[in-house]
């Protein structure tokens, strides 16, 4: 079924105020299984710790697959937007064909909205990578794009990691997409030696002409707040809301 809400670039925006998403971050990725749910987690966690003041709202785009990401935000927030939900774990364009829904952008759209309205400062999770479907018609980095949201890009320590980013950033400029940064993410454990064989920072810094935020360390468990906000703090670089 093939019913999107809106349908291009043009439309997505053509009867709403981007400028409303301003006070949003997009945490996006180079790939899937990146860790982009881990880092918005360990973000939030860092905001209601070391600055309380700063209500933050928490979002994902949707969810495919019956369990996911809304049931590992549900352990530690109880307040996690995700809009649609399909049960087939693939891309989206291929989930709600195969369960016959329809992506409606603009039920994404109104919640984000909603929430910006409220918050501080909304985090948002992407799907995927900047360039997975949302759409038959649109990928993340469309959405990215044409609403104008800030955003970091993770990327997981391994082999083929300059490429992966390069090429992510290099799509990220195309849709004037405005990267804050990259954030590297250890998903499996990774020495110093691998970090600078893998996603030297310098080297990254100067092929992107982007901050390399930090280097996520890997963690055998994921299971308090406080900890992964000191976590946040003792190994990213970033600036005070």
Same mark, same amino acid.
């Given at each position: 079924?093939?019913?999107?809400?809106?349908?291009?670039?043009?439309?997505?925006? %053509?009867?709403?105020?981007?400028?409303?998403?301003?006070?949003?971050?997009?945490?996006?990725?180079?790939?899937?299984?990146?860790?982009?749910?881990?880092?918005?987690?360990?973000?939030?966690?860092?905001?209601?710790?070391?600055?309380?003041?700063?209500?933050?709202?928490?979002?994902?785009?949707?969810?495919?697959?019956?369990?996911?990401?809304?049931?590992?935000?549900? %352990?530690?927030?109880?307040?996690?937007?995700?809009?649609?939900?399909?049960?087939?774990?693939?891309?989206?364009?291929?989930?709600?064909? +195969?369960?016959?829904?329809?992506?409606?952008?603009?039920?994404?759209?109104?919640?984000?909205?909603?929430?910006?309205?409220?918050?501080?400062?909304?985090?948002?999770?992407?799907?995927?990578?900047?360039?997975?479907?949302?759409?038959?018609?649109?990928?993340?980095?469309?959405?990215?794009?044409?609403?104008?949201? @800030?955003?970091?890009?993770?990327?997981?320590?391994?082999?083929?990691?300059?490429?992966?980013?390069?090429?992510?950033?290099?799509?990220?400029?195309?849709?004037?997409?405005?990267? +804050? /940064?990259?954030?590297?993410?250890?998903?499996?454990?990774?020495?110093? @030696?691998?970090?600078?064989?893998?996603?030297?920072?310098?080297?990254? @810094?100067?092929?992107?002409?982007?901050?390399?935020? /930090?280097?996520?360390?890997?963690?055998?468990?994921?299971?308090?707040?406080?900890?992964?906000? @000191?976590?946040?703090?003792?190994?990213?670089?970033?600036?005070?809301?």
């Amino acid at each position: 079924m093939h019913q999107f809400g809106f349908l291009g670039n043009f439309l997505i925006t %053509r009867n709403f105020n981007i400028f409303d998403f301003m006070n949003n971050l997009l945490i996006t990725a180079t790939d899937t299984d990146a860790g982009k749910t881990i880092i918005t987690t360990a973000l939030r966690a860092y905001y209601q710790v070391y600055f309380p003041h700063v209500k933050t709202g928490l979002m994902k785009l949707l969810q495919t697959g019956i369990e996911g990401d809304a049931e590992f935000y549900g %352990r530690f927030f109880d307040d996690a937007v995700i809009p649609l939900r399909y049960n087939t774990p693939v891309a989206p364009p291929i989930a709600s064909e +195969k369960e016959n829904k329809s992506i409606d952008l603009a039920t994404i759209w109104h919640q984000l909205q909603k929430l910006s309205k409220t918050c501080d400062l909304v985090l948002i999770e992407g799907i995927g990578g900047l360039g997975c479907p949302l759409t038959h018609e649109l990928t993340i980095a469309d959405i990215a794009g044409t609403w104008r949201l @800030e955003s970091i890009l993770v990327v997981p320590v391994k082999l083929g990691s300059i490429g992966h980013t390069v090429a992510n950033v290099a799509l990220a400029r195309q849709q004037k997409i405005k990267l +804050k /940064g990259i954030i590297f993410n250890c998903v499996n454990p990774c020495s110093k @030696e691998d970090i600078n064989n893998w996603t030297p920072k310098d080297l990254i @810094e100067s092929l992107t002409q982007l901050p390399v935020l /930090g280097y996520f360390p890997y963690l055998e468990r994921i299971d308090n707040l406080q900890y992964l906000a @000191e976590v946040v703090a003792e190994y990213l670089y970033l600036s005070n809301p």
